[in-house]
């Protein structure tokens, strides 16, 4: 089977773009393959904010989170994107601060590198 690392680029408003990557994980794992990582960069880094607001009828983002996290797949957040935004990297629960350097020699491991944009 194939192992994946996955990264995330847009802001959590972009909800078409969560769907898509929420089916992407759902199937890959359910076909056997892995996800090493999905790591959050560029506008993505306002994903690793806890205070999302979600009405009833609205993409839940901090559940897909949660989700991804007890599934044991790794929650990367890139700490030169989150420090240019103004997130403090002290507060991001479920993610592992790294930097992009880090995220490159995971991908170089993986079968397949998907970006979600």
């Not at 994980?25 to 892995?34: E, I, P, T, Y």
């Not at 993409?59 to 700490?79: M, N, P, R, T, Y």
Request: net charge negative; glycine share 4%; charged share 20%.
């Amino acid at each position: 089977m194939a192992s994946f690392v996955l990264s995330l680029h847009s802001a959590p408003s972009d909800a078409i773009t969560l769907v898509a990557l929420k089916r992407f994980v759902d199937n890959a794992l359910s076909l056997g393959h892995q996800i090493k990582t999905v790591f959050l960069y560029q506008d993505g880094v306002y994903h690793a904010l806890d205070q999302f607001d979600v009405s009833s009828d609205e993409f839940d983002v901090a559940a897909l989170w949660q989700q991804l996290f007890d599934s044991g797949i790794e929650l990367s957040l890139c700490i030169t994107a989150a420090n240019k935004r103004g997130i403090d990297t002290e507060q991001v629960k479920l993610f592992t601060v790294s930097g992009l350097a880090e995220f490159a020699m995971l991908a170089t491991d993986a079968d397949r590198w998907v970006q979600f944009k």
